[in-house]
């Protein structure tokens, strides 16, 4: 066999990338920190998130939505059998380097259409030329950071997980340096657009927008070179050479193609959004910075299990192995459940304090605070929604069934765009989060119905349905709690010197009162989990 595949754990896996995951997305805080800080809400800062948004869309879009989807059950099972799986990650390799490098040069052309269609809002005023000019240089992050989610796909279907999760770190770590060298004086000529005016305040914003939008770049190519080296030394050393249309490659783009027209759907309902918000001055950064807090939990819990349990589920289904595979779901479902629901409802009672606390200093306001505020909450209603369609999409893709995915995704886009079109005439920018919320819980419901033609590997077990409600029930003991929390807390949440220590306060008094009522209630048992550890 290439390479040595070693079983995959669920618990010690979900520990390995949530563990990364969360370091990753708290520098990621730090990074939007100092850039809502340096930049504040104007027309720079909603330039640079438009186009740090066109290389992300099209990385979900081609590898860790649909490429990776056909990608990592393919590999998984080629690595189970032993059918030569290093051939086939070389072919997907070159396959996916031959496209994504003909898309960017493509983009190059055609950035002033993309722009508009992420936001026609931005059209006749500075953002416009800000964001085209931005989004050409940044584009090429797409090449890089795809080409690191095959090979992090690669690693996890072989049970490594550590580099694959750890490498989103660099992107954060390389932006929060480039924003410090530019606040120190270390910056490059800036980026003056053909049309519109800038003030001159907003100069030294420009400045800021190119750094970061050249730091993306780096960040591409260093994240690639940690993965690779990973994969070459568990040995799948991916050389890039002339692609070639294998059966194989046939059959991975037959998968991948409905996976692909899903992962457009998803993309629609994120240019929804930003589409409505284009139209609010201030909405996109607003949303981003909402986006990046319910992400957090998103990230640390449903993308982690997620990451596992799908070359789980797929060794598992090769090997025949039902019971272990029911047993597998059943235990991702309730760990998200019992990580993510209390995180939803602390979203949703105190969203103000979060968000006031993180993000309120230099040009980033009080009335910004409380317009992110009420973007949070709404997104905070999908969250667990969000989470577990990343625990029920992988009983699909372990089956290599890309096209039921792809005709619920169409449904939930209508319900997104319905909502989201329909909400902004009445309450604004904050209806496309809403029917963010919406479209997730549609889409959940429609998965769990599809799954009941697959047999006992696609049934909760008992323990599972037993503390469901118990969870829920804890978590809104836990939100009681904190609202109190933040009443009393009020005073020292708005006094700079204090509010730090009174939101860990807060926080951490949350977390407690969950831990103990939940507990008691049975909705989860901490013993379970140290023993989990102790298996690892």
Do not use: H
């Not at 330039?47 to 992300?56: C, E, G, I, K, Q």
């Not at 960040?219 to 194989?248: C, E, H, K, S, Y």
């Amino acid at each position: 066999m290439n390479g040595i595949a070693r079983p995959i754990r669920l618990v010690s896996g979900f520990i390995t990338v949530g563990v990364w995951t969360l370091g990753s997305r708290i520098l990621g805080f730090v990074r939007d920190i100092l850039i809502a800080a340096f930049m504040g809400v104007g027309p720079v800062s909603e330039a640079f998130f438009v186009a740090f948004a066109l290389p992300n869309m099209f990385r979900r879009f081609f590898a860790e939505g649909a490429f990776n989807t056909a990608f990592v059950p393919m590999f998984s099972k080629k690595l189970e059998a032993d059918e030569d799986p290093l051939g086939f990650a070389r072919d997907a390799f070159s396959g996916l380097a031959t496209v994504l490098i003909l898309l960017t040069l493509v983009a190059q052309l055609v950035m002033p259409w993309l722009v508009l269609a992420m936001a026609s809002g931005f059209a006749g005023d500075v953002r416009f030329d800000l964001a085209v000019e931005f989004g050409r240089i940044s584009f090429g992050y797409i090449l890089f950071i795809s080409l690191a989610a095959l090979l992090s796909g690669l690693l996890n279907a072989t049970g490594r997980f550590a580099a694959a999760a750890a490498a989103p770190i660099l992107l954060n770590l390389i932006l929060i340096a480039v924003l410090v060298l530019a606040d120190k004086g270390y910056v490059p000529g800036v980026i003056i657009p053909e049309g519109g005016e800038i003030t001159p305040e907003q100069v030294e914003g420009l400045g800021y927008g190119a750094v970061l939008t050249w730091g993306i770049l780096f960040a591409g190519i260093a994240q690639v070179a940690l993965v690779w080296v990973a994969a070459a030394r568990t040995g799948f050393a991916l050389l890039p050479r002339m692609p070639r249309l294998t059966p194989d490659m046939k059959r991975l783009a037959v998968i991948m193609l409905p996976a692909m027209l899903a992962g457009g759907v998803v993309q629609v309902n994120l240019l929804v959004g930003r589409q409505v918000a284009s139209f609010f001055d201030g909405a996109i950064v607003w949303l981003s910075l909402a986006d990046r807090l319910y992400q957090l939990p998103l990230g640390v819990v449903g993308i982690a299990i997620g990451i596992v349990l799908l070359p789980d589920l797929s060794r598992r289904l090769q090997a025949d192995d039902v019971t272990g595979g029911r047993y597998a779901l059943s235990r991702a479902g309730e760990i998200c459940l019992a990580l993510t629901v209390p995180a939803a409802v602390a979203l949703c009672v105190i969203p103000l304090p979060l968000v006031s606390v993180l993000f309120e200093r230099g040009a980033f306001t009080a009335e910004d605070s409380v317009q992110t505020a009420l973007a949070l909450a709404a997104y905070g209603i999908g969250l667990p929604a969000f989470v577990m369609q990343k625990v029920l999409q992988p009983l699909y893709f372990a089956r290599e069934d890309t096209r039921s995915p792809f005709r619920f995704a169409l449904v939930a886009m209508v319900v997104n765009g319905v909502v989201a079109v329909g909400l902004a005439f009445t309450i604004g920018f904050v209806g496309a989060a809403i029917a963010t919320s919406v479209a997730g819980w549609a889409m959940v419901w429609l998965l769990l119905r599809g799954k009941r033609g697959m047999g006992d590997v696609a049934m909760f077990d008992d323990r599972y349905r037993q503390r469901v409600g118990r969870i829920v029930l804890a978590s809104m003991l836990m939100g009681v709690v904190l609202v109190i929390g933040a009443t009393l807390l009020a005073p020292a949440l708005g006094t700079p010197g204090w509010r730090y220590i009174a939101l860990a306060v807060l926080v951490g008094g949350g977390i407690v009162t969950y831990g103990l009522v939940g507990q008691a209630l049975g909705a989860f048992r901490i013993a379970e989990f140290a023993n989990a550890l102790r298996r690892r």
